[in-house]
């Protein structure tokens, strides 16, 4: 069966230091891959997608970028954090069409 | 933009009371689905209910599209503590690709046993 997983769970960081989280995927290939964000009290913002490796399509501009080196692995860098990058983070994955989505458990990021 | 939008913002009922959300979106879709969020967690999926359908049942879920309104509403029956959460609609675009979808800001239900 199908799993995504995500980490770190929590994470705070200083504003200014470099970010990376992790998603990776397992029991499927190809799939569609996804990052969104998610404010507190809030719905979700995507921010990436990809349909293959080394594909990255941003939907937001942003110091946030996203990678895809292997075709289950997706990543979530920063370079420099804002204040304004603390949030829910959520990889998810589709096997592609129109489907559902399969969401990871999130990353809580606090920039302080 | 295409992100829905539902209603109530939050929700309050007694357990065994059922509990209807409403959602309402701006352009074409193919599908609209409903997902469900426990606090601090990823989103699980629900329903998908296609355009061309109107209404749809799973369990003690029932979902309802009106495309000529652009409106879905989600009913949740005979509602439980455990049903506690937050609920939100997604709906794709057949202008864009991979199947990216659009949340709403969602609705928060809380069933008080």
């Known amino acids: 069966s199908q799993t995504i997983h995500q980490w770190p769970a929590t994470l705070v960081q200083p504003v200014g230091s470099p970010l990376s989280l992790e998603c990776t995927v397992e029991?499927?290939?190809?799939?569609?891959l996804y990052w969104y964000r998610q404010a507190a009290g809030r719905g979700l913002q995507l921010l990436f997608y990809?349909?293959?490796?080394?594909?990255i399509s941003s939907e937001v501009p942003q110091n946030l970028s996203a990678s895809r080196p292997q075709d289950r692995q997706f990543i979530l860098s920063s370079k420099k954090l804002l204040l304004s990058d603390s949030g829910f983070y959520l990889c998810?994955?589709?096997?592609?069409?129109?489907?559902?989505?399969?969401f990871g458990p999130g990353t809580r990021l606090t920039v302080l | 933009s295409q992100q829905g939008e539902e209603d109530p913002q939050a929700l309050s009922i007694q357990e065994g009371e059922n509990a209807t959300m409403n959602c309402s979106y701006k352009?074409?879709?193919?599908?609209l689905q409903w997902y469900r969020q426990n606090s601090g967690r990823g989103l699980v999926h629900l329903i998908l209910?296609?355009?061309?359908?109107r209404e749809k049942h799973s369990g003690r879920l029932r979902v309802t599209l009106d495309t000529s309104k652009k409106s879905s509403s989600l009913l949740i029956t005979a509602s439980r503590a455990a049903d506690t959460a937050s609920y939100f609609c997604?709906?794709?675009?057949?202008?864009?690709?991979?199947?990216?979808?659009?949340f709403g800001t969602g609705t928060r239900l809380t069933v008080i046993p």
């Open positions: 998810a994955w589709n096997p592609g069409g129109f489907n559902e989505q399969f």
């Open positions: 029991g499927t290939s190809n799939p569609n």
């Open positions: 990809s349909v293959g490796i080394g594909q």
């Open positions: 352009t074409s879709i193919n599908n």
């Open positions: 209910i296609r355009s061309n359908e």
């Open positions: 997604a709906t794709d675009s057949p202008l864009t690709g991979a199947n990216n979808l659009f």
